[in-house]
């Protein structure tokens, strides 16, 4: 299982980033997937998840600013992250939620 996540980079407050993940080796459409960061000195926290169907969930810190979605057909996973805040600086990861499978990560930098 490979698990590569692509997309940061360094962006003024207000700004938007898209991030992507592509999958692979598993069967991607069957599981729920998931978007979790980890800022310096704080632990992972789980952003946003899309289940095999389709349905979303967000926590509050990123609620209408940040959408995940999948593509079942290209196995890709992607967050698009609009208004953006220093306080969403951090390393973001995708991730099957119920495999305890981290792959690499990709930065974001939020200046203000």
């Known amino acids: 299982v490979q698990l590569q996540a692509y997309g940061g980079g360094l962006v003024q407050a207000g700004g938007s980033l898209r991030l992507s993940c592509k999958a692979i080796?598993?069967?991607?459409?069957?599981?729920?997937m998931g978007w979790y960061r980890q800022a310096p000195g704080k632990e992972r926290e789980l952003v946003a998840r899309v289940t095999s169907s389709g349905s979303t969930d967000y926590d509050d810190s990123v609620k209408g600013r940040f959408t995940i979605s999948r593509d079942n057909a290209r196995r890709t996973l992607s967050l698009q992250m609009n208004s953006l805040k220093p306080e969403d600086t951090a390393i973001y990861y995708c991730k099957i939620i119920s495999i305890d499978y981290w792959g690499q990560g990709t930065q974001v930098t939020v200046s203000s």
């Open positions: 080796g598993l069967n991607f459409k069957i599981y729920d």
